[in-house]
Nanobody, 118 residues
Framework: EVQLVESGGGLVQPGGSLRLSCAAS????????MSWVRQAPGKGREWVSV???????WYPYSVEGRFFISRDNAKNTLYLQMNSLEIDDTAVYYC????????????RGQGTQVTVFS
């Protein structure tokens, strides 16, 4: 069974940083493309970043240059370093297996809440 457990969210002021983690199990992590997705209250799910099994990355314009996705295949863990956070980054963040698709997938777990407040 695929399990993805996110952590690292919290409260932060604009301009601050957070590092999210996603512990993966139940599948061959090293062979899988992985993604971060977020959903803000009242809004649809939004791709935040993608990393392929080969380490190639993709970001939407809204976070490019501020967010950085990485992976540690030895630890079966996915990371998202978020810098220069903005109020509009407030959302529940969750990780997902696979890369870009016609629509972001629904979360498997609880995700982790990121709140940027001034």
């Amino acid at each position: 069974e695929v399990q993805l457990v996110e952590s690292g969210g919290g409260l932060v002021q604009p301009g601050g940083s957070l590092r999210l983690s996603c512990a993966a199990s139940g599948f061959i992590f090293s062979a899988s493309d992985m993604s971060w997705v977020r959903q803000a209250p009242g809004k649809g799910r939004e791709w935040v970043s993608v990393i392929t099994s080969d380490g190639a990355t993709w970001y939407p314009y809204s976070v490019e240059g501020r967010f950085f996705i990485s992976r540690d295949n030895a630890k079966n863990t996915l990371y998202l370093q978020m810098n220069s956070l903005e109020i509009d980054d407030t959302a529940v963040y969750y990780c997902a297996t696979g890369g870009l698709a016609p629509a972001p997938p629904a979360p498997r777990g609880q995700g982790t809440q990121v709140t940027v407040f001034s």
